[in-house]
């Protein structure tokens, strides 16, 4: 029975016991802390199962997508571990409980799935006299076992160790695999540890107590069921397959790993756990990057990049050194893709992350290599095991290189990690990273304080106005709280009501004038702390007195400007998204009259073409000219929405949905325009990486569009007058002159590889003895490292010199180039003398046996690199 057919067969079971089927959820859960992915059906149900929930039934049923990483170690090694999987449940709210739910269990494996009820046997938790008398109706008392707490209570060990809350005794369906797979001719049982011929393919979960202290069993006044069954498990044992990895929801994706690398997988051999770890690693990886995670270095991201680069150390065991892990991705999709379209749907998307993420960390792994091996050579001197915990800070911090990766690689050198002095470096650069504070905030907040008593938090009207009268709370001059203030003084003003917004959210705070009563403030920034707001700027006429009635004005045309910008950002995410992917996240921005900024999580540049459609769309949407709306409500109703969020600790429980047309929505609390066709036009001035993983795009909209397109006119004609041009004609003008210059160029090398080439000549008399060889080490001027390496190629195979060490400084960078002749590579390589010249430059070297290289910073280090490298050469061939 094909691992599709399970699926359908149970959900269709309990469709017809009552149960409404739910899709599943999203591997990252909702609106739960306190988990990095959904590993169990009834994560979704929660809320449902403390009695808080909404949903419209009391049954439900699913196939849910689980994510776990606890075993992580184990996946490839044993039958049954995998990262990714799917579990189906059926849940019960407060509605049947044991009495129906362990016959209809029965039914659904011995009538449905048509499992020999001879191969199964039950486990209850051994208190738990109310089941197991129902299955004593069921079965013969010899297929029946009483667990303790550890093996049939949910959460494990729970009477005793905690945590309170919700739990109950559980029921596990096992299957009898057959006694090649025991540890003794006898049946050992279920509850055996010693072997794996028992699987277990079924939990039922009876929630019927509430976990108090000293251990007490309170009973719950509703009573639920959660029921959880492996759909990988239950396919092995059908299809009558050994393992997880063996049956139709891994075997195609196996097969695709076989055609690419062009080694087998088998049954047993050195190269198994490798196959498998990657069959599940990719899945795993396609999946949640599929529910929008990209690879990172916190939380569920770093377990995302953790799992591919596993899977990429078992592709270098199987002799792969390019990136290839993405090329699976499309097998995940032909195996999952009925029941999840959306895998299929954006497999291109997946597997450009996969293959960005491979790249990035070949290029880790590069730089990382050197000092890892230098670092061990070190130790293997010291006889010492525990690699430092200096060292593996600097990989992570300087060259990003997880240290769980680096146990990786050390492990098969039988080396470990100084972990608790790398945690104590980590823990250190956390606190140094999260002390700074800015000093508008610090300073605000002393002198506040003596105002907020009898101050309450400043309303804010400047989403319906731009101008309101207000009344004077409280003056900051400095540090301190004043009565009044007179002309030229820079103050800080506290108002009971603004239309000022005030910086957040990435918006720029507005300016403006309070005016009234003889007295005018020019207000040249707006910043808020504890809910109030802080009007800060200058005192231009008149004292300024608390409890003064003023005008508060904000710059309009300013604000407009703004606005333009920040509903040209969600426009611009939209368009993102929908270009380049769902995987695409808002990472900060930057809201100003003058431009906007957007960075958001992409791992490749994006290219001219992606960059043209992104603006049109953008162009395309104002065009539509859609409402700007915005409204508030409940957070739960918010995500009921389908609105976008982000930074969610940042969240009240009232939140603020602002939607563009019907395509856009996500949480906001900025201003905007009412329309979109008041943005005007949008241009992107730039598209760039700020960070791994990270793009940014910074674009002008409205007038600032048009003020930008005139100053790119005005460089394209200034340019185009002084090449005596006109400007439609100023590529092709660029172009001709770019030829001549090539072709001076190409003449300006011939010239100065002549004269290298006479030069070359003028060398062998410079030639040293170095028994029974000749050597050549000097410094020349100004030539090239190509220059050198023909000037070498030379004296080596014409002039047949052993060793030849030639240095320079080339467009101010110091270079040495190092050659030995082929003959005499066993017993002096170019590239151990480049490494030996490289510390003396204060920087690397490598190369091959016969030609080698090393540079460096600073050309003074020269001369001492070349007396270094005269020292070596004498050394070596005596």
């Known amino acids: 029975m094909k691992a599709s057919e399970i699926r359908a067969r149970y959900l269709k079971f309990f469709e017809k016991k009552g149960h409404t089927i739910e899709k599943s959820d999203s591997l990252v859960p909702e609106n739960d802390p306190t988990v990095l992915f959904t590993g169990a059906g009834m994560n979704q149900f929660k809320d449902m199962f403390l009695g808080k929930g909404n949903k419209p039934?009391?049954?439900?049923?699913?196939?849910?997508?689980?994510?776990?990483?606890?075993?992580?170690?184990?996946?490839?090694?044993?039958?049954s571990h995998q990262t990714f999987f799917e579990m189906l449940g059926n849940f019960s709210f407060g509605d049947y409980f044991k009495a129906e739910a362990i016959p209809w269990a029965w039914e659904f494996v011995t009538k449905e799935l048509k499992i020999d009820p001879a191969r199964l046997s039950i486990t209850v938790y051994e208190d738990d006299q109310e089941a197991y008398d129902l299955?004593?109706?069921?079965?013969?008392?010899e297929k029946l076992y009483r667990g303790d707490a550890k093996d049939n209570f949910w959460p494990a060990n729970a009477p005793k160790d905690g945590p309170n809350g919700p739990c109950g005794p559980c029921s596990e369906i096992y299957y009898d695999r057959g006694a090649q797979y025991g540890c003794s001719p006898k049946d050992c049982g279920p509850l055996c540890t010693k072997c794996k011929r028992h699987i277990e393919i079924w939990n039922l979960v009876f929630t019927q107590f509430d976990l108090q202290d000293g251990g007490v069993l309170a009973p719950l006044r509703n009573k639920n069921i959660d029921t959880g069954m492996g759909l990988e498990r239950t396919a092995a044992t059908l299809q009558g397959v050994p393992?997880?990895?063996?049956?139709?929801?891994?075997?195609?994706?196996?097969?695709?790993?076989?055609?690419?690398t062009g080694k087998a997988y088998a049954q047993e051999g050195p190269d198994t756990p490798c196959f498998r770890r990657i069959a599940d690693h990719v899945r795993a990886a396609t999946f949640v990057i599929c529910d929008g995670i990209a690879p990172g270095n916190e939380g569920r991201e770093y377990v995302l990049r953790r799992i591919i680069r596993r899977a990429a150390d078992d592709g270098l065991r199987l002799g792969m050194r390019d990136a290839w892990l993405f090329r699976i991705v499309p097998a995940v999709g032909e195996v999952m893709g009925d029941q999840y379209p959306e895998v299929v749907a954006r497999r291109e998307n997946i597997a450009r992350i996969i293959k960005a993420e491979e790249e990035q960390y070949a290029a880790t792994l590069e730089v990382a290599s050197g000092i890892i091996d230098r670092e061990v050579v070190r130790l293997k001197g010291a006889r010492e095991r525990t690699f430092s915990g200096e060292v593996a800070f600097d990989l992570h911090q300087t060259h990003g290189l997880p240290v769980d990766q680096l146990v990786e690689i050390l492990k098969a050198k039988e080396i470990g990690v100084d972990r608790a002095r790398y945690d104590a470096l980590m823990e250190d650069h956390r606190k140094k990273s999260h002390v700074a504070t800015t000093g508008d905030q610090v300073f605000a907040i002393?002198?506040?304080?003596?105002i907020k008593p009898t101050t309450a938090p400043t309303r804010f009207s400047g989403y319906e106005a731009l101008q309101g009268t207000a009344t004077v709370k409280g003056i900051i001059v400095g540090t301190e709280v004043v009565d009044g203030a007179g002309a030229e003084s820079v103050v800080r003003v506290v108002l009971d009501q603004t239309p000022f917004y005030a910086e957040s959210g990435g918006q720029a705070?507005?300016?403006?004038?309070?005016?009234?009563?003889?007295?005018?403030v020019r207000i040249d920034d707006t910043r808020k702390t504890e809910g109030y707001w802080l009007h800060?700027?200058?005192?231009?006429?008149?004292?300024?007195?608390?409890?003064?009635?003023?005008?508060?004005?904000?710059d309009l045309d300013r604000r407009w400007a703004i606005q333009r910008n920040h509903t040209g950002t969600h426009?611009?995410?939209?368009?993102?998204?929908?270009?380049?992917?769902?995987?695409?996240?808002?990472?900060?921005?930057?809201?100003?009259?003058?431009?906007?900024?957007?960075?958001?999580?992409?791992?490749?540049?994006?290219?001219?073409?992606?960059?043209?459609?992104?603006?049109?769309?953008?162009n395309e949407r104002i065009m539509e000219n859609a409402p700007v709306t915005w409204v508030e409500m409940p957070m739960p109703e918010a995500r009921k929405l389908g609105a976008m969020m982000f930074f969610q600790d940042k969240y009240g429980d009232i939140v603020r949905v602002v939607s563009v047309g019907d395509w856009s929505r996500e949480l906001c609390g900025g201003t905007h325009v009412p329309s979109a066709g008041a943005i005007g036009y949008f241009h992107i001035v730039s598209e760039g990486s700020v960070a791994g993983g990270t793009r940014r795009i910074e674009a002008v909209t409205g007038m600032g569009a048009v003020a930008y397109a005139l100053q790119v006119e005005d460089r394209v004609n200034a340019a185009a007058m002084m090449l005596n041009t006109q400007a439609a004609k100023l590529p092709v003008r660029i172009q001709e002159i770019l030829d001549e210059l090539q072709s001076l160029r190409r003449e300006h090398d011939k010239s100065r590889k002549a004269a290298a080439s006479g030069e070359a000549g003028s060398l062998v008399a410079k030639a040293f003895a170095c028994g029974a060889e000749k050597a050549i080490v000097e410094r020349l001027q100004g030539l090239s490292a190509d220059d050198l390496r023909a000037m070498i190629d030379k004296l080596v195979k014409e002039s047949k010199i052993g060793v030849v060490v030639?240095?320079?400084?080339?467009?101010?960078?110091?270079?040495?180039?190092?050659?030995?002749?082929?003959d005499l590579t066993p017993k002096i390589g170019a590239d151990a003398l480049a490494k030996e010249i490289g510390k003396a430059m204060g920087a690397g070297g490598g190369g091959k046996k016969d030609i080698a290289q090393c540079g460096g910073k600073d050309p003074s280090k020269i001369p001492a690199a070349l007396e270094a490298a005269r020292e070596a050469v004498r050394k070596m061939l005596g």
């Open 57 to 79: 039934y009391k049954r439900a049923t699913t196939s849910q997508k689980c994510m776990r990483t606890g075993d992580l170690e184990n996946v490839g090694r044993t039958p």
């Open 135 to 141: 299955w004593m109706k069921i079965i013969p008392k």
């Open 243 to 260: 393992t997880n990895f063996d049956t139709d929801l891994f075997l195609p994706i196996i097969h695709r790993i076989e055609e690419i």
């Open 446 to 450: 002393g002198p506040l304080g003596k």
């Open 509 to 520: 705070g507005d300016t403006g004038f309070l005016k009234g009563d003889g007295v005018e």
């Open 536 to 554: 800060g700027g200058k005192v231009v006429r008149g004292t300024l007195k608390a409890g003064m009635k003023l005008e508060a004005q904000v």
């Open 571 to 618: 426009i611009l995410h939209n368009a993102l998204r929908t270009i380049l992917g769902k995987h695409v996240e808002q990472a900060g921005s930057l809201v100003a009259p003058e431009r906007l900024r957007f960075d958001f999580s992409h791992f490749q540049a994006v290219t001219r073409d992606e960059v043209r459609r992104i603006e049109n769309y953008v």
């Open 806 to 822: 030639l240095g320079s400084v080339f467009d101010e960078k110091p270079v040495v180039i190092i050659g030995v002749r082929q």
